[in-house]
């Protein structure tokens, strides 16, 4: 089986479609990532990665946002073709 | 009197536009989460209540919780007339996203809503539009443009809430949207009425190239954190030699007009020798908050997070520790209320029993003073750096250094649910305005003195007394105070210091500051005419061994010597036990180091 695609591995300057949030995440984040924008089947941007592999840049909606590691591995994606 | 609330998305202008409102001055600065608690003022007899800013009604973090709580239960027992939601234009689906569910909840208990569409200029100044008739028409809501840092429209918006309050049936929300379709519509009004979002992204974007750089935002960060302790002291200086100076002049003029006799003896030797010593510091404190300042304003401080989250999860904590730290350095009071945006409840706990080991203003007499004993007045690469600024660098690292290996030893020892992850929004880069910050660094500069002032005052009034009589100046050493002192030399003869030091440091427990003070009035009593020279000179004269005076900066670097911390972190940690805990444990802390420094010190010299 092919391993789903994961916004922690998007690349930068690249787009995605969001397909769902991990159950790892707890529902109470779910919501809150939900309403800064992170919805699914709606696009997302890999802005910015960051020194340190920290917390990375992303674009969704109007609003930049910043998800560290443990948010963004959990994130699963579709890549765009034309990147 | 009838009262409106101001609420929104985080970084949306609340608090900015309540002051331009009721002429009162919070906190604006350029991150989410400024705002941690309510505060009420009012115009033309229209209470007007600023609210810390908030995503959604379902809250997340502790400031969240607080204004969501406030928040539910005014409008529930009815005491509120209406609301005024603030959109921040530059970031409108964010913003609807609060305002579609307050919408929502402000229908169901029949409050009248007005939208204020905050930072048209930015919108303006990037030659982007939005249609705010439109929005207005498929809102059901009255939508007021305006800015309130141009000041626009707020007649408008004044109006409009006088209107509301005559009112409120015209103004009660229509429209509404619940649950999921709240974020829906609002990316839908966004598109469909709002700005270009690349357009008003793109200055954000390509700053963020530059200062997250992975290789180059690293060493930015560290020449600005080096560059605000450095200009701590150096560029402190000339200020601070100007007030030593007038000081010095306002003594001769007195003593030259006073009468011989105890009452000139009082004037020179504590209100100039004492309470004198400590006013030099008021510079050094106005440029702290200044660069800070700068910080907050400019956007940077929200980077700053990002580049330290994984530095500072190694020790447990989260880049979102990084603002209450990095304020910390001002005062631990705000810092510790500003730890209320740490999503996470462990996090916060350790940051908050950490702040006070950062490098707070009250220390910085107390470093200043010893740093000038201690360290030649010398540079190095052209001037450009000075040995008293990387000392005064060092000790804030140390502190730094100390508050994190606490933390670390804390998350292994304390338990927690699952862990709250990291999620910030980043706020645009702004160009901060000079004015208010002046205002904001002398207000800062004030406080420190009034805050300090009257304790410094008490206690060297109290020091001078027992130190003066029964022989008066020139005599200390035969004095009340002495012999009151030598019960305290064996607590701090292990670290090299007589008793004029220990009633110093256990007078120091009631603030910092009086440190100095009180070490000022002593050679002010001891020194009689001559102690011109300053206050670090006497010391010198005196022979300070350098080996005790690294062991009280070290001391004084984690010793807690503040009341007012202690009762903040009970209210704030919500637990009796913990400043108890928090007290002795720097304080043995501080007294073992201390001890350590001094054998250490004389070993090697
Ligand atoms: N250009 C522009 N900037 C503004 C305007 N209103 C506020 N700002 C800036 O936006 C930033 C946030 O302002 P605050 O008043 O602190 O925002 P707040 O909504 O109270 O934020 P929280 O307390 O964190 O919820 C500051 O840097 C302000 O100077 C405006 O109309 N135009
Ligand atoms: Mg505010």
């Not at chain 1, 089947?41 to 990375?56: A, D, E, R, V, Y």
């Not at chain 2, 400043?579 to 201390?594: E, N």
Request: with cysteine; aromatic share 12%; proline share 5%.
């Amino acid at each position: 089986m092919k391993r789903p695609n994961i916004l922690w591995e998007l690349k930068e300057k690249s787009q995605a479609i969001i397909e769902d949030l991990g159950e790892k995440i707890p529902a109470k984040f779910q919501l809150r990532l939900g309403e800064l924008g992170l919805l699914k089947s709606q696009p997302i941007t890999c802005l910015k990665k960051t020194p340190f592999n920290g917390p990375i840049l992303y674009q969704v909606g109007d609003g930049v946002i910043s998800l560290a590691r443990e948010v963004a591995e959990n994130i699963y994606i579709t890549r765009k073709k034309n990147g | 009197m009838d009262n409106v609330l101001l609420i929104g998305k985080p970084n949306s202008g609340k608090s900015l536009l309540f002051n331009q409102l009721t002429g009162l001055k919070q906190k604006v600065a350029n991150f989410p989460g400024v705002t941690v608690e309510i505060k009420s003022g009012s115009f033309d007899n229209i209470g007007l209540i600023d609210f810390p800013g908030i995503y959604s009604l379902t809250p997340l973090t502790k400031d969240e919780e607080i204004a969501l709580e406030k928040f539910r239960e005014a409008i529930e027992k009815n005491d509120v007339s209406g609301v005024v939601c603030i959109l921040d234009a530059t970031r409108l689906e964010r913003s609807l996203v609060i305002g579609l569910q307050t919408l929502n909840y402000a229908k169901e208990n029949n409050v009248p809503v007005i939208f204020a569409l905050n930072m048209m200029d930015e919108i303006q100044a990037n030659k982007s539009s939005i249609d705010v008739n439109s929005l207005s028409r498929e809102l059901e809501v009255e939508v007021v443009p305006i800015s309130a840092k141009k000041k626009v429209g707020l007649d408008i918006l004044k109006s409009e809430i006088k209107n509301m309050l005559k009112s409120p049936n015209d103004y009660l929300p229509g429209n509404v949207w619940k649950g999921n379709d709240v974020l829906v519509k609002s990316r839908e009004l966004n598109q469909t009425y709002g700005p270009k979002t690349d357009v008003i992204l793109k200055k954000q974007n390509f700053l963020d190239k530059i200062f997250l750089n992975n290789f180059w935002g690293g060493i930015m960060f560290a020449l600005i954190m080096i560059f605000l302790f450095q200009a701590i002291f150096t560029w402190a200086t000339p200020l601070m030699d100007l007030v030593e100076l007038t000081l010095a002049w306002m003594g001769q003029v007195t003593s030259s007009v006073l009468p011989d006799g105890v009452f000139k003896d009082f004037i020179n030797e504590a209100i100039f020798g004492g309470v004198g010593s400590f006013l030099v510091f008021v510079p050094q404190i106005f440029i702290l908050t200044f660069i800070i300042g700068i910080l907050e304003d400019s956007g940077y401080m929200a980077r700053a997070s990002i580049i330290c989250h994984k530095p500072l999860s190694f020790f447990g904590l989260s880049g979102r520790s990084f603002i209450p730290y990095l304020t910390g350095h001002a005062c631990a009071i705000p810092a510790i209320f500003a730890a209320r945006t740490i999503e996470s409840p462990k996090k916060r706990l350790i940051t908050i029993l950490t702040i006070p080991l950062m490098a707070c203003s009250a220390r910085l007499p107390v470093y200043a003073l010893l740093i000038a004993v201690l360290i030649p007045n010398k540079t190095f690469f052209g001037g450009v750096f000075g040995y008293r600024g990387l000392a005064f660098f060092l000790l804030y690292f140390f502190g730094l250094a100390v508050a994190l290996i606490v933390s670390g030893l804390l998350s292994k020892t304390i338990k927690s649910e699952a862990d709250t992850p990291y999620i910030v929004e980043l706020p645009p880069y702004r160009m901060p305005t000079l004015i208010p910050l002046v205002r904001k660094s002398i207000s800062a500069a004030w406080a420190f003195f009034s805050k300090a002032g009257p304790i410094i005052f008490m206690v060297t009034l109290v020091v001078w007394v027992l130190g003066y009589f029964p022989n008066g100046s020139g005599n200390l050493e035969n004095s009340w105070l002495s012999h009151i002192g030598q019960f305290l030399e064996p607590i701090f003869k292990p670290l090299g210091l007589d008793w004029k030091y220990g009633v110093a440091i256990l007078a120091s427990f009631l603030a910092r500051e009086v440190f100095v003070g009180t070490l000022g009035t002593f050679y002010g009593i001891e020194g009689a005419d001559e102690n011109i020279g300053g206050l670090s000179e006497s010391i010198q004269a005196d022979g300070l061994l350098p080996a005790s005076g690294f062991a009280l900066l070290v001391f004084y670097a984690i010793a807690l010597q503040c009341v007012s911390t202690l009762a903040v972190l009970k209210r704030e940690s919500g637990n009796k036990m913990f400043p108890i805990w928090v007290f002795v444990g720097y304080t043995t802390l501080a007294y073992v180091l201390a001890f350590l420094t001094y054998n250490i010190v004389l070993f090697f010299s």
